[in-house]
């Protein structure tokens, strides 16, 4: 059995006036750890994580496993929604991820093409998504503070042109309620969900972050952040379950009321962690 991870991590989003700080260090913290535990990790790192480069390497790691492999994604950024141009979302928006070119020639990867990429893998692939990301709400700039979410509200990515024939309450005034992360979409639902598991840094709908956070004096992901303190303290053979469990006694707390969740099979939360 193989075991093979993708770490994304993008603090730095030109044009936007919205870079992160704890994305990059997230993303070699995920890549520590997955080499200590046995992974073949690649890494995308800002401008090495655009739009083209996102979708090539994540469908590289896919097609290159097997059945009977793991495959790792974790994703450290700006999350955003943009409108669904297939009807098959009820609030009418499709969630998505932004890449380190959002604004300046490349666009959100949307959940549906994540779904295309993860639905081209082998049968008995096995696929764990993190996503440390927000996927609703609004942007809290106040710079004295520790924490912000990961959020870019499109107003912030879309061309002037674009914007403008926008109606001005699109934006503001939609409900964002039923708005799920964006890789939750991709594995629910689908033939091979048996074998998908998602750990998302936050719940679904409005006012729902992902903090981008400085814990202990170093810029992190307050979701990835814990999640490897747990992590590092499970007993060979924890299941996910007990994983997501743990982490939950720390978050939502102190600053952070952010609600992480663990969606997949019973039979796949009950999996060794990372093996």
């Known amino acids: 059995m193989a075991k093979l991870a993708l770490c994304i991590g993008i603090n730095d989003y030109p044009g936007t006036d919205s870079d992160l700080f704890g994305c990059v260090n997230d993303a070699r913290r995920w890549t520590d750890e997955l080499t200590r535990r046995g992974f073949a990790v690649t890494t995308l790192l800002n401008e090495q994580a655009t739009r083209s480069a996102m979708l090539s390497a994540i469908a590289a790691v896919i097609h290159q496993a097997v059945a009977g492999d793991l495959v790792v994604i974790t994703y450290s950024g700006h999350g955003t929604y943009v409108f669904d141009t297939d009807a098959d979302e009820p609030d009418g928006f499709d969630e998505a991820l932004c890449p380190h070119d959002v604004r300046t020639g490349g666009r959100p990867i949307v959940d549906d093409e994540l779904h295309r990429l993860f639905a081209a893998r082998a049968d008995g692939v096995r696929l764990l998504l993190v996503a440390d990301s927000c996927h609703s709400g609004t942007v809290n700039r106040d710079a004295t503070g520790t924490a912000r979410?990961?959020?870019?509200?499109?107003?912030?990515?879309?061309?002037?042109?674009?914007?403008?024939?926008?109606?001005?309450?699109?934006?503001?005034?939609?409900?964002?309620?039923?708005?799920?992360?964006?890789?939750?979409?991709?594995?629910?639902?689908?033939?091979?969900?048996?074998?998908?598991?998602?750990?998302?840094?936050?719940?679904?709908?409005?006012?729902?972050?992902?903090?981008?956070?400085?814990?202990?004096?170093?810029?992190?992901?307050?979701?990835?952040?814990?999640?490897?303190?747990?992590?590092?303290?499970?007993?060979?053979?924890?299941?996910?379950?007990?994983?997501?469990?743990?982490?939950?006694?720390?978050?939502?707390?102190?600053?952070?009321?952010?609600?992480?969740?663990?969606?997949?099979?019973?039979?796949?939360?009950?999996?060794?962690?990372?093996?």
């Open 149 to 275: 979410p990961r959020y870019l509200p499109p107003a912030r990515w879309l061309a002037p042109a674009v914007r403008q024939k926008v109606k001005p309450r699109t934006f503001a005034q939609a409900d964002l309620r039923k708005i799920a992360p964006a890789m939750e979409k991709a594995v629910a639902g689908e033939p091979k969900a048996e074998d998908d598991l998602l750990l998302a840094g936050c719940n679904e709908g409005r006012n729902c972050f992902s903090a981008d956070a400085v814990i202990d004096g170093q810029a992190t992901g307050a979701y990835t952040h814990f999640a490897l303190q747990v992590l590092a303290t499970l007993p060979a053979g924890a299941s996910y379950d007990e994983w997501h469990r743990q982490i939950g006694t720390l978050l939502p707390g102190g600053e952070f009321d952010q609600e992480p969740q663990l969606k997949g099979s019973a039979a796949a939360r009950a999996r060794p962690v990372l093996d």
